[in-house]
Nanobody, 126 residues
Framework: QLQLVESGGEMVQPGASLRLSCAGSGSNLDWFATAWFRQAPGKEREKVGCVSANDGSRSYSDPVKGRFAISRDLAKNAVYLQMNNLRPDDTAVYFC???????????????????WGRGTQVTVSS
């Protein structure tokens, strides 16, 4: 069974960069659409970005477009989220998730992601 473990979250100052990691085990992440979500206190969980299997195409939400980037290391069975120019409103728990019956990210809603990690906390504060 697929398991996901996130790491890399910490407290940083505004303008800093962080790279989050999502390590997969039990199955190959490159078979599935894999996404990063985040959830801030008192807010709903939202999708940050997604990478499709096969062609590796990526999509991002408007608040992070141009600042965040998803990458994959197929040899390590890992997906990463590079976050640059962090802002206080990026503070959230960040989750890695897989939609195991989909290869492409287009049109995927949160309910279609059926495997989740436990999350890693990112805090942006001066």
């Amino acid at each position: 069974q697929l398991q996901l473990v996130e790491s890399g979250g910490e407290m940083v100052q505004p303008g800093a960069s962080l790279r989050l990691s999502c390590a997969g085990s039990g199955s190959n992440l490159d078979w599935f659409a894999t996404a990063w979500f985040r959830q801030a206190p008192g807010k709903e969980r939202e999708k940050v970005g997604c990478v499709s299997a096969n062609d590796g195409s990526r999509s991002y939400s408007d608040p992070v477009k141009g600042r965040f980037a998803i990458s994959r290391d197929l040899a390590k069975n890992a997906v990463y989220l590079q976050m640059n120019n962090l802002r206080p409103d990026d503070t959230a728990v960040y989750f890695c998730a897989v939609a195991s019956t989909y290869s492409y990210c287009a049109g995927l809603t949160i309910d279609l992601f059926d495997y989740w990690g436990r999350g890693t906390q990112v805090t942006v504060s001066s």
